[in-house]
């Protein structure tokens, strides 16, 4: 393998020009979508580099995540870390206002959340002036080159943890193999989803060394939330009926949960589906789909009751998933009949559910992989499979429970593994090790 190259390559210096020309533009455009989800204008500024917040005295861990998935999963390694240096404090970064918003209401101790700066020179240096993190993650695939480097320059130690790349992107940056070795030799630690990508890193130019392949974070994320108060109200008026759950679905996928829907209606007149579309704005969408099939809907957003004559039951709210899988043990996962990568499967077996799955999964298929071998999933490939794979499980309440323990065993080993990524970040990253310099 190639050495590392120590030295800014050229194409790195014309990244940072450019990025110093466009960054009022990007700032423009960054701010309005603030703007669009309410965010303070101080808030709006951490964008910029500017804190809105004191850093505390001793040691910051400081975590970097794109967006929801990303940042609820290392909420219970933030918990769990916390346990290992209770004298430490967490900050994490990511850059939607949804994301900002879910990681309030479960904020581990000890931590809070910042927007992250823009990816050019005068945001940068701000944020990790004011910060002065004594170790960086970022996690799954956010590299953003000068945040990297900057933070290189203070000798801050750095991971990249849950590592996944995109084909896309790793043929990317094998086009660009001298300034993709600059950036990944700042990495001390690459914890990677798979093996494929392990070796797609080493390819890139990371030190084969530094590179240890791991497990899927999202895997250890804690359970999502159940609100008590809807769980029994959502059963009072679901009563005895029987239920079935089709979460995070696309676009193209409705009609076949659908269809299937209908078939399943034949043999359990009074059977409720409990829809639950991956982004709520599609309402409109997904009601006239509904309309479509002959079926009769309640909406979740327009507070509509759950009548004797509701067949399908839409979920489109932000944030409740987790109350709507404590009601029901058979989900079928979206974002799978289609080549959309699908969606963390163990959030519903955590839920106590069993799962089903189109084949499109690809983004967790060292996750799915256990499940189906274990028969805590099933994978479908259309309406007839679907209505197949319910219909086992609602007419057999054995198999459902044979399931339901096989998807929970599975979390079960997942969860196992966390121990082992807290031990290896706290030798790689020197955690606990505090440098005087670095107190506030």
């Known amino acids: 393998m190639p050495a590392p190259v120590d030295r800014p390559t ?9 990025t110093a020309v466009a960054a009022p533009f990007v700032w423009r455009a960054v701010r309005k979508k603030l703007l669009a989800a309410d965010v303070p204008t101080l808030r709006q500024h951490e964008r910029l580099g500017h804190a809105s917040q004191r850093r505390s005295k001793g040691q910051l861990i400081w975590f970097h995540a794109a967006s929801v998935g990303e940042t609820l999963s ?43 700066p823009l990816d050019a020179g005068g945001p940068v240096k701000r944020f990790l002036n004011h910060w002065r993190p004594d170790a960086g993650i970022f996690v799954e695939s956010e590299i953003w080159p000068q945040l990297i480097i900057e933070a290189g320059k203070r000798e801050t130690p750095l991971a990249l943890l849950n590592a996944r790349l995109s084909d896309k992107s790793v043929a990317g940056w094998k086009k660009r193999p001298k300034t993709a070795r600059f950036i990944l030799n700042h990495f001390r630690l690459f914890l990677t989803q798979n093996d494929r990508t392990a070796q797609n890193l080493i390819q890139m130019g990371a030190p084969e060394t530094r590179v240890q392949p791991g497990t899927n ?46 078939e399943l209606l034949k043999h ?25 099939a002959g079926q009769k809907a309640a909406f979740r957003s327009a507070n509509d009751q759950i009548t004797p004559e509701t067949q399908v039951y839409v979920a489109d709210t932000l944030g409740e998933t987790g109350t709507w899988y404590a009601l029901c043990p058979i989900v079928f996962l979206g974002g799978s009949l289609r080549e959309i990568g699908g969606h963390n499967p163990f959030e519903p077996a955590q839920a106590g559910a069993a799962v089903i799955t189109g084949p499109g999964y690809f983004n967790f298929a060292e996750t799915f992989a256990p499940l189906i071998e274990t028969g805590g999933a099933i994978q479908v490939q259309s309406a007839p499979d679907l209505t197949a794979a319910v219909t086992e499980w609602l007419s057999d309440p054995t198999a459902l429970t044979t399931a339901r ?36």
């Open 217 to 262: 974070l999202k895997a250890m994320s804690d359970p999502l939330p159940v609100d008590q108060a809807t769980l029994g109200d959502m059963k009072t008026q679901i009563a005895d009926r029987p239920v079935w759950i089709a979460s995070s679905t696309h676009a193209g996928e409705e009609e076949t949960v659908l269809a299937a829907h209908a």
């Open 10 to 18: 050229l194409l790195y210096h014309l990244y940072c020009s450019l």
């Open 405 to 440: 323990k096989a998807a929970q065993s599975c979390v079960n080993t997942q969860k196992n593994a966390l121990s082992a990524i807290v031990d290896t970040l706290c030798d790689q990253l020197e955690l606990g090790v505090q440098d005087p310099s670095s107190s506030g």
């Open 268 to 292: 359990w007149p009074d059977l409720l589906l409990l829809l639950i579309p991956r982004h709520p704005e599609r309402r409109g969408d997904v009601a006239e789909l509904i309309d479509q």
């Open 74 to 116: 290392v909420i219970s390694l933030i918990k769990r870390l916390g346990e290992r240096l209770p004298s430490a404090e967490f900050l994490i970064t990511s850059g939607t206002p949804t994301s900002a918003s879910l990681i309030e209401k479960r904020m581990p101790p000890r931590t809070r959340h910042q927007y992250p």
